[in-house]
């Protein structure tokens, strides 16, 4: 194993038992918080910084972090400024809570020196999402887990979250035997450098111009990939997986079977996804709707007559997920079909964090 590898897989174990070691009643203070952004000129963390003013959330004192080369920017947050500070050498003393939105790596290296001097960490990667002793939360469907996880919580993937967002109403309501999903992901869930791609290849495809991909192994403009993150040996994407398994943890139902095919789009913003799934008990369409209109952070969207249904150019910039296309799934008993989209870098990443901030300085 590299050292770099023993590393992260110390800093990992690290986190772990920082977490472990933790009063198990996490809070925030009341007051005014010292709030830490890292990863904050990403695409995730500039919406961070935006979040946090949007809502209002009380800050003494902003940092903000990121890699060397961006060391010296002005970031701002409502009224407050910072420049940025470099990750790797920055001192966290002092620091409420940090979010952090740096990817695994940084969060295995870098999330158990931030725990470890008192400060909350909010991760946003894949790196802890699965480790048991974390919590891995949204606040609307399991916010009770946030305060019983230690210092440094989970903020599940993009898709999960609107996922479980949705199917926590019909789980308590009904029951939940089995749940099939296709996304359909935009190309910011990758980064500004895959939404810079697309961008360039539309008038390129447009003009019958040769694309050259370098972000994606093929040509996203006009095109769909079923390929989101790396395959495993068994045919299945991380990204798949990530789904399935952060599901189960979240409802808190380990056995649920669960299948996923993550799909990369030509979109700029918004994930949708495809839902069909069979409730343990019966379910009618209405019923349904009505569970769905009455959970929190929920949005119907359902009058396809209209021309009324979830799509991801509604869904940008608002923190709501979307919900529509209720119907029975006459292939299945008990079997019902929904579409579901939401701003991936508001309600999938920024704002969940942001949430879990809020409920951790509720009383």
Not at 99 to 119: I, P, Q, W
Not at 156 to 172: D, F, G, H, R
Not at 271 to 287: F, I, K, M, N, Q
Not at 328 to 349: M, T
């Amino acid at each position: 194993m590299s050292d770099a590898a023993v590393a992260n897989a110390n800093a990992s174990a690290d986190a772990s038992a920082s977490a472990s070691a933790s009063a198990r009643r996490v809070s925030l203070p009341a007051r005014p918080l010292h709030v830490g952004v890292v990863g904050a000129t990403g695409n995730v963390g500039s919406v961070m910084l935006e979040v946090l003013a949007e809502r209002g959330v009380a800050i003494e004192q902003l940092r903000v972090f990121a890699s060397a080369r961006s060391v010296g920017r002005e970031l701002c947050c409502g009224t407050h400024a910072a420049v940025v500070e470099d990750l790797a050498t920055a001192d966290p003393a002092g620091l409420d809570v940090a979010l952090f939105s740096a990817g695994a790596d940084r969060a295995r290296e870098h999330a158990a020196r931030f725990a470890a001097v008192g400060c909350v960490v909010i991760d946003n990667s894949s790196a802890f999402r699965m480790d048991p002793d974390i919590a891995l939360v949204v606040p609307e469907v399991n916010g009770h887990a946030a305060r019983t996880g230690g210092r440094v919580i989970a903020n599940p993937n993009c898709s999960t979250i609107q996922l479980v967002v949705a199917l926590k109403p019909l789980l308590e309501a009904a029951g939940l035997e089995q749940v099939q999903v296709t996304t359909f992901q935009s190309v910011s869930g990758t980064g500004k450098e895959a939404m810079e791609e697309l961008r360039s290849q539309t008038p390129a495809a447009l003009a019958g111009e040769p694309v050259e991909p370098s972000v994606y192994p093929h040509q996203i403009a006009f095109n769909v990939l079923p390929h989101c993150d790396s395959f495993d040996e068994n045919g299945h994407t991380k990204e798949e997986l990530k789904l399935v398994n952060e599901s189960r943890k979240i409802l808190e139902q380990p056995a649920l079977r669960i299948a996923a095919t993550c799909v990369r789009v030509p979109v700029f913003v918004s994930h949708s996804e495809a839902v069909h799934l069979r409730t343990r008990e019966p379910l009618s369409p209405d019923e349904a709707r009505a569970l769905l209109a009455a959970a929190p952070g929920v949005r119907i969207v359902d009058d396809p007559a209209a021309g009324q249904y979830p799509m991801p150019v509604s869904a940008a910039g608002q923190d709501d997920v979307l919900v529509g296309r209720i119907r029975r799934d006459e292939s299945a008993e008990n079997g019902l079909a929904l579409f579901v989209v939401a701003d991936n870098l508001r309600k999938g990443a920024a704002t969940n964090a942001v949430q879990i901030l809020e409920l951790l300085q509720q009383p």
